[in-house]
């Protein structure tokens, strides 16, 4: 399994930008499915977007589609979330996840490892 370490998430005004980062450790990064999770107070956790081992495929959630983008850098083990005119309603904790890359990312729903979560607030 791999640790994660998220970071970047913060304060921001609606229409901003932000750029959230997980770091992981081990060798078996480029292995795994990563992706984005979110969850809001009184909320199910969400999958918003996610990446296949080499990043040659992704996937968003509708409210992600043309806002967010994710992406992977394999050679320094981070998995990466840049998130575009953001709205009050993508306050949320967002998580860091890996999966089995033998699993769908569409979204992704087997989850082996989990990152502590960044808060990410949206203020209008």
């Known amino acids: 399994q791999v640790q994660l370490v998220e970071s970047g998430g913060s304060l921001v005004q609606a229409g901003g930008s932000l750029r959230l980062s997980c770091a992981a450790s081990?060798?078996?990064?480029?292995?795994?499915?990563m992706g984005w999770f979110r969850q809001a107070p009184g909320k199910e956790r969400e999958c918003v977007a996610a990446?296949?081992?080499?990043?040659?495929?992704?996937y968003y959630a509708d409210s992600a589609k043309g806002r967010f983008t994710i992406s992977r850098d394999n050679a320094k083990n981070t998995v990466y979330l840049q998130m575009n005119s953001l709205k009050p309603e993508d306050t949320a904790v967002y998580y860091c996840?890996?999966?089995?890359?033998?699993?769908?990312?569409?979204?992704?729903?087997?989850?082996?490892?989990w990152g502590q979560g960044t808060q990410v607030t949206v203020s209008s």
């Open positions: 990446t296949t081992r080499a990043g040659g495929s992704t």
């Open positions: 996840a890996a999966g089995p890359s033998t699993t769908s990312i569409a979204p992704m729903r087997v989850i082996t490892s």
């Open positions: 081990g060798r078996t990064f480029s292995t795994y499915n």
